[in-house]
């Protein structure tokens, strides 16, 4: 068949077979990308509560996945940081670093590759004065990204429902950098980067449902806003997912 008369969908699942990416950046042994977004060093890192001392919640994990539903509307309330702190460890928290600096976390990704930088739109947390950050994995750190005012006007048009970003605890955005994927599974990593982001969210609904943190996935917004917003360069960089959480 021409690829003119070709769904968009078989288009994509022909230019993405395993047999289409055996030709990749590793398998030519070239060096990989870096496993995080460089930032400058002298950049104000905010710590997080340590993950070793965050306390375990003791839950049924049946009724956990059972009782999980999406949340659309919040009652104001602020999380704590450690709350903050126990979302980032579920959803993105690093384990184990590699001697070649790839890192083992709490969510399964393609390949080990993890491929995602955490942006946090905050608007209540106890002790962080609202803004966008990101979210520093391996240090488990935040890093102070800007001010309410210089993003909130840009960042609330990004999203289908920006009333209900406006009136989240924090909203969560998970931006690919497609180099880490694209490195070792090629044009395969095109179908891996959206399936690990449905690991990590799933695990943001999860986490929250133990901690009264109830979660909306998002997967409407528009894309140039959000990449603009977050300052990334949209081939490479972007935004792929989010979620709204706040507390019921
Ligand atoms: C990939 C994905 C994208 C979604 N995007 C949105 C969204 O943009 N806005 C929204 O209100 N809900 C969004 N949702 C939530 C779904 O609407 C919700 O999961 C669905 O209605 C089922 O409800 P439940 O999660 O309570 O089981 C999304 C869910 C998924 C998995």
């Known amino acids: 068949m021409e690829t003119a008369n070709k769904s968009m969908l078989q288009q994509f699942l022909e230019a993405t077979t395993l047999e289409q990416s055996a030709v990749t950046p590793a398998s030519e042994g070239k060096a990989p990308p870096l496993a995080e977004k460089p930032f400058p060093p002298d950049a104000v890192r905010i710590p997080l509560p340590e993950p070793g001392m965050l306390p375990d919640r003791n839950v049924n994990f049946l009724e956990i996945i059972e009782l999980r539903s999406t949340l659309r509307q919040y009652n104001g309330a602020y999380l704590t940081m450690e709350e903050l702190s126990y979302l980032l460890w579920c959803t993105q928290g690093v384990k184990m670093v590699l001697p070649n600096g790839d890192s083992r976390r709490n969510v399964p990704s393609a390949g080990g590759r993890h491929p995602f930088e955490t942006y946090l739109y905050i608007k209540r947390v106890e002790g962080l004065s609202p803004g966008l950050y990101r979210f520093l994995a391996f240090e488990h750190a935040l890093l102070a990204e800007a001010a309410l005012d210089e993003i909130e006007e840009d960042f609330l048009a990004a999203f289908r429902a920006s009333q209900m970003v406006e009136n989240s ?78 507390k019921f």
Request: charged letters at 20%; aromatic letters at 14%; proline letters at 0%.
């Open 169 to 246: 605890a924090v909203t969560f955005v998970w931006a690919a950098d497609a180099r880490r994927m694209t490195y070792k599974f090629g044009n395969r990593a095109c179908r891996y980067l959206f399936l690990d982001a449905g690991h990590v969210c799933e695990n943001l609904y999860l986490a929250g449902q133990t901690i009264h943190v109830g979660t909306c996935a998002i997967g409407a917004f528009y894309d140039e806003k959000l990449n603009a917003a977050l300052k990334l360069k949209g081939e490479s960089e972007f935004a792929v997912y989010g979620a709204a959480v706040g």
